[in-house]
């Protein structure tokens, strides 16, 4: 697998970046959607941490978290993809048929 990425980070957009992330992570409790994340186990650019900053801050109490042991960062394109794809689909369908209100469900973990 290829990953494309730029061959230099512009100084200004990281700063950028960097407020947008403040910005983001204060609102993060505002989040009261059901909300899936997959990430891998094994990521060399995003650190495992940032999962779970995301899933303790969201507002919402209906989370679940995907871990993925046989992918890197851009797990859509490595061997968890197929995982990614079935497991969102399904994951939005149970939503779905289940009618839940946004925040009124229950956390889970999920591993392979």
Do not use: C
């Amino acid at each position: 697998m290829t990953e494309l990425a730029y061959p230099k980070l512009p100084t200004r957009a990281m700063m950028q970046l960097r407020g947008l992330w403040a910005a983001t992570r204060a609102d993060l409790g505002t989040v009261t959607a059901p909300v899936i994340v997959f990430h891998s186990t094994e990521d060399h650019v995003v650190e495992p941490i940032n999962s779970t900053i995301l899933l303790a801050g969201v507002g919402s109490t209906d989370t679940t978290e995907v871990l993925l042991e046989d992918s890197y960062h851009v797990a859509t394109l490595d061997n968890d993809a197929p995982r990614i794809f079935t497991g969102s689909v399904d994951w939005i369908r149970a939503h779905v048929q289940a009618g839940e209100t946004p925040g009124t469900g229950t956390s889970t973990a999920e591993t392979p």
